[in-house]
Nanobody, 124 residues
Framework: QVQLVESGGGSVQAGGTLRLSCAAA????????MAWFRQAPGKEREEVAR????????TELDSVRGRFTISRDKAKNTLYLQMVSLKPEDTAMYYC?????????????????WGRGTQVTVSS
């Protein structure tokens, strides 16, 4: 059973920086993928970034590309989301997820395990 625990959320002003962490307990096969999602009040959950564990290939949501970076520390079994130049519209609950990749024209992460989330609030 995989357990995911997020941390690092908080309240910052626009233009600020946060780094989210997701500690993964349990066995994650090297062919798995991990991702960060977010959900703002009244909005649908959206994938922010995902990473393929076999080669660290990653992709980000267009609206955060160049500001957010997904990465992982294999030795620590920890996923990160570095967020810079934060905007009020980035305010949301951020969730870490793990799952299996699905390959089509591109690849997606079919999530199976979820953390409980960490709140990010950006004030103007």
């Amino acid at each position: 059973q995989v357990q995911l625990v997020e941390s690092g959320g908080g309240s910052v002003q626009a233009g600020g920086t946060l780094r989210l962490s997701c500690a993964a307990a349990g066995v994650i096969d090297r062919t798995d993928c991990m991702a960060w999602f977010r959900q703002a009040p009244g909005k649908e959950r959206e994938e922010v970034a995902r990473i393929l564990l076999r080669d660290d290939a990653s992709t980000e949501l267009d609206s955060v590309r160049g500001r957010f970076t997904i990465s992982r520390d294999k030795a620590k079994n920890t996923l990160y989301l570095q967020m810079v130049s934060l905007k009020p519209e980035d305010t949301a609950m951020y969730y870490c997820a793990a799952g299996r990749p699905y390959y089509g024209l591109t690849w997606s992460c079919e999530t199976e395990h979820w953390g409980r989330g960490t709140q990010v609030t950006v004030s103007s």
